[in-house]
């Protein structure tokens, strides 16, 4: 069926008037035959959109928070000129600075439009139908058509402490190196070479079998030991779902998990994850390859914050099940002390026999303010027991799981990745690993 437009209207309107003013049955009659020949030579003359090529152009990948391309390209293999307008599906979230395009296509011709995508939460968008309405040449008609274009586009956690991660890669290689920086000296658990000594060598270092054979005194030297395990435990429960700065806990949780997988695979270990609620949401094996970040960061892309209270000890029983070998279980989760105190705690007793265990937390910011505020009025007061309240119950559980064996991490979002990743170097380079 022909789809009247804005100017078909206006030209009925007109016509009406005029055979009011007239008032005659004949000019009646007259006038909706002209209307009616009009619209049919419109239709005729109208190119079926259906003999157009359109396609759709979008990343597959991209970040939150980062921006995209869309592109749409029409075609015109007929012998007429003709006007497109087309609608595309393209989910609020994504952002677009557009759905719509319009071209103007002579015969024979192709032309491109494009827009700009900033989306606004991560998971997978599949867009698949473009509306295409051609438009006849005297504009009093449009046909309009349906394409199925099906495109996949993936909106991955925002990888923020990415300049971090590459900071601590390089000052890691240089400490294993055994050259001097601001943190201090590297001293390793694994065995690398042998050379000569140094005033800033330490005496302990001296291999002296290997000096005696030689004309200078000979040191030992180390590095950390590589081809270690690391499993990121990624909570995705209840109380994840709370926002910290603008985002749910679980994104910082993500840029974190990111940030420790790309330290660790770097320095020669080896990195996995285990996403859990009150259920395995997904698992990626440890592994050191360079597409190891992508697997991490694509088994995350779909997962939002359950409802439910997460089941800690079916999730260690998953990993100890799937993982045997000693590794660092990075547990990524908040410090709501009852959650500790009646799940997590109970749970540890599972792996912290055979595993190194460090919980990392964030903390959020408006409530350290609050706490420290000054109380100007009763609403103020009661704002600022709350938050000492709560930074105390976060210290209690923080004591609780210390006491277990756990190294916890509980920092502002704007900087518990890159503390996190700092605890692993910590404890890689005492050899607690």
């Not at 008609?141 to 274009?149: D, K, M, N, P, V």
């Not at 690398?192 to 330490?202: A, F, I, N, S, V």
């Not at 995705?236 to 420790?260: K, Q």
């Amino acid at each position: 069926m022909p789809v009247p437009t804005a100017r078909l209207a206006v030209v009925a309107a007109v016509a009406a008037v005029v055979v009011f003013l007239a008032d005659s049955p004949v000019g009646l009659l007259l006038v909706n035959s002209l209307l009616v020949a009009a619209v049919m030579v419109e239709w005729v003359r109208t190119v079926p959109p259906g003999r157009l090529g359109v396609r759709r152009h979008v990343a597959e990948v991209v970040p939150l928070g980062g921006t995209a391309t869309v592109a749409w390209e029409v075609t015109n293999p007929t012998g007429h000129s003709v006007r497109v307008d087309i609608a595309d599906e393209l989910a609020p979230s994504l952002g677009a600075s557009t759905r719509r395009a319009s071209f103007d296509l002579a015969a024979a011709t192709s032309a491109r439009r494009e827009a700009t995508l900033r989306p606004t939460r991560r998971g997978r968008f599949d867009p698949a139908e473009v509306v295409v309405r051609t438009t006849s040449p005297w504009g009093l008609l449009a046909r309009q058509q349906t394409f199925e274009l099906p495109n996949t586009l993936r909106v991955y956690p925002s990888f923020r402490s990415r300049q971090e991660a590459e900071l601590r890669i390089d000052r890691a290689r240089i400490l294993d190196v055994g050259l001097r920086s601001a943190k201090g000296r590297g001293g390793g658990t694994e065995f690398d070479q042998l050379r000569e000594y140094t005033p800033d060598d330490e005496f302990r270092r001296i291999d002296w079998a290997a000096t005696a054979r030689s004309t200078s005194t000979i040191v030992r030297t180390y590095r950390a030991e590589r081809n270690q395990t690391v499993i990121n435990l990624l909570d995705n429960g209840r109380v994840m779902a709370s926002t910290v700065g603008g985002a749910p806990r679980v994104e910082h949780a993500m840029d974190a998990v990111m940030m420790l997988t790309t330290v660790a695979t770097r320095l020669g270990d080896r990195a996995g994850l285990v996403a859990f609620d009150h259920e395995i949401r997904a698992v990626v094996t440890p592994g050191h390859g360079t597409g190891q970040l992508a697997r991490v960061t694509d088994a995350m892309v779909e997962l939002e914050p359950s409802l439910a209270e997460s089941d800690y000890r079916s999730a260690f029983t998953t990993t100890l099940a799937r993982f045997r070998r000693r590794a660092l279980l990075v547990i990524h989760t908040d410090l709501v002390e009852q959650a500790v105190s009646e799940l997590l705690v109970p749970a540890l007793s599972v792996v912290a026999r055979s595993h190194l265990v460090l919980v990392s937390s964030t903390v959020d910011p408006d409530v350290v303010r609050w706490a420290g505020a000054e109380v100007t009025d009763r609403e103020s007061a009661y704002r600022r027991a709350a938050a000492i309240a709560a930074i105390d119950e976060r210290r209690r559980a923080t004591a609780r799981l210390r006491a277990l064996g756990a190294t916890v991490v509980d920092a502002p979002p704007a900087t518990m990745a890159a503390r996190l990743s700092d605890a692993y170097l910590q404890l890689k380079a005492v050899g607690g690993l």
